[in-house]
């Protein structure tokens, strides 16, 4: 059986179900190896707690990579999320050389905000360096907010024309990805999802689900992480939005169900066999 490996470059929250304690969870269970590549320790998440505790990890980054290299360490797939610093940017995006061969996926999840806003550890200059990471990448997974700040347009929020959201995709496929997946896209009739785009194929689809009335924490790394997962089993990327759009759609109406604290993520682990069951499918299927 021929398993991939992912190099994950993400924070590591200690408590907040969101970046590596999805990834790693979510990846595996689907069928991959994945290698963690901390950017920052923190205690909590940043999203609706305060006081947290952060350790920036970028002078550790180079060094990590610098020790695979000499094992020989290849990988199938290269997946950014959460950095610390415009630096660490850089350092992310100076590390591929080293990390990426000529089948390795790099898949950009540029985690700058949501809801109009930067988050409190990003600034302006930051936004920057994403947007030149974005450029070397394959696919990305913008939600509404940084798609404007990747595309430097105002934010438009509500249900927007089809057409908008396409052009908006192909604004931001502009920029070096030749995949989009564009997550926060509200449809009629009180439904929101994420579409995803091919500019090679340039094949167009939106996903949606019921909207669920509240503020989810760690589901674009939910979604994110399904998504590569997806793809990491050879399904095309409309499939593989559609795959995470429902999942994490489940995840966010179970969590809403049991009533808990929404401000420490959502309640994926009960769902992971189901991924599971999609691994083994997909592993059957090419046997």
Known sequence: MNI????????????????????????????????????????????????????????????????????GLKFDAVYTGFASSAEQLKAMRDALPSLRSTDTLMFIDPVMGDAGKLYKTYTPEMADATRELCAVADVITPNRTEAALLTRTDLTTGVRPEAEIRALCRKLSDLGPRRVALTGVETSGGRVGAAAWDAGTEEFVIHSAPIVEGAWHGTGDLFASVTLGALMLGRALPEAVGIATAFTHGCIARTKLNGTDPRFGVAFECALGELTALAASAKNHSA
């Open 4 to 71: 991939k490996r992912v190099a994950a470059i993400h924070d590591l929250s200690g408590v907040g179900k969101c970046s590596l304690t999805v990834a790693l969870p979510v990846l595996c269970a689907m069928g991959a190896e994945v290698c963690a590549l901390p950017t920052a320790v923190l205690s909590t998440h940043t999203g609706g707690i305060s006081g947290f505790t952060y350790r920036d990890l970028t002078d550790d980054l180079p060094r990590v990579v610098r020790h695979w290299a000499s094992l």
